[in-house]
């Protein structure tokens, strides 16, 4: 028996590849030539360019960005990315045209849809209420969100003491809580 790198897996990850488009691009139809039948899962910053989104319309089947900010302050001074919110949120807009909400089988598995990652900030710098307004409103109310709480300072974080801990239960929480009250129901939780 030959060995196949896919075997038991239930889709083909890329992750931060964006800089890999063109040859991704190029060599999707000789994979499908040569069997590939997986889902593809596209794990990006999200804050890429429309182009580059637009381009993989019809190939990606899964997209999973990160949204950070939803605000241009914070966006600016923390990550130099001032036009973070007008870059992610059409860029959102357009993997949901493409892919439409997850859809997992009977198993749980991912098949097609977009699946948003948010990590939540210390003292809401990340501006969460308006992201899952966003997501919820723009998008659907049906979006599978993570809310992820594992933020931590590292790097330069000590420059800035309102980003130098942790989060708390309660930030995580309240996160929670705007997702609720946006209409969000699916991919997030109360932790144990």
Known sequence: MLYHPCLGCHNMYFGTTTHYTSQIISAVPMAIEGGLELPLVWNCGG????????????IVDIYMPDVKYSESEPAGKYSDAPDYPSVIFPVLKE??????????DSM??????????????PYDLAGTKKIVEFISRELSP???????????????ASDYPELNRRITIREYEEAVIMAERAGLKRGFGRRK
Do not use: W
């Open 47 to 58: 804050y890429e360019s429309i182009e580059i989104i637009k381009l993989l319309d019809g």
């Open 95 to 104: 993997m949901h045209r493409q892919v439409g909400d997850l859809e997992v």
């Open 108 to 121: 749980g598995i991912a098949h097609q849809g977009l699946l948003v990652r948010h990590l939540i900030m």
């Open 142 to 156: 049906e979006t599978y969100i993570n809310i992820m709480d594992q933020y931590r300072p590292c790097y330069k």
